[in-house]
Nanobody, 123 residues
Framework: VQLQAFGGGLVQAGDSLRLSCAAS????????MGWFRQAPGKERRFVTA????????YYADSVKGRFTISRDNAKNTVYLQMNSLKPEDTAVYYC?????????????????WGQGTQVTVSS
């Protein structure tokens, strides 16, 4: 599985941004997808995840109500809509594939990773 994330950029606090992650290789609808982020000097942390069908989604408390994950299995793409962005959302955002089941909150549950896309939110 190959993943390519894009859509990052420099925005101001309060703005919105949509990230996309395109997958190739195996059947996209066979696995759950997640987004993580990593700020400079910090560990990579869970942001959100979505089940294979898209029927269930999971969010970190820090982004609940502001971020929305979705997927289009026909396009092999997962999206992250980010609204009301804050400077603390600044990070490199990574999409990832989870082939197995689980809570999808742990890095160890994911098997493939994209290259990351930078999101910078200025105050």
């Amino acid at each position: 599985v190959q993943l390519q994330a894009f859509g990052g950029g420099l925005v101001q606090a309060g703005d919105s941004l949509r990230l996309s992650c395109a997958a190739s290789g195996r059947t996209f609808s066979s696995y759950a997808m997640g987004w993580f982020r990593q700020a400079p000097g910090k560990e990579r942390r869970f942001v959100t995840a979505i089940s294979r069908s898209g029927g269930r989604s999971y969010y970190a408390d820090s982004v609940k109500g502001r971020f929305t994950i979705s997927r289009d299995n026909a396009k092999n793409t997962v999206y992250l809509q980010m609204n009301s962005l804050k400077p603390e959302d600044t990070a490199v955002y990574y999409c990832a594939v989870a082939q197995g089941g689980g809570s999808y909150h742990s890095i160890n549950e994911y098997d493939y990773w994209g290259q990351g896309t930078q999101v910078t939110v200025s105050s």
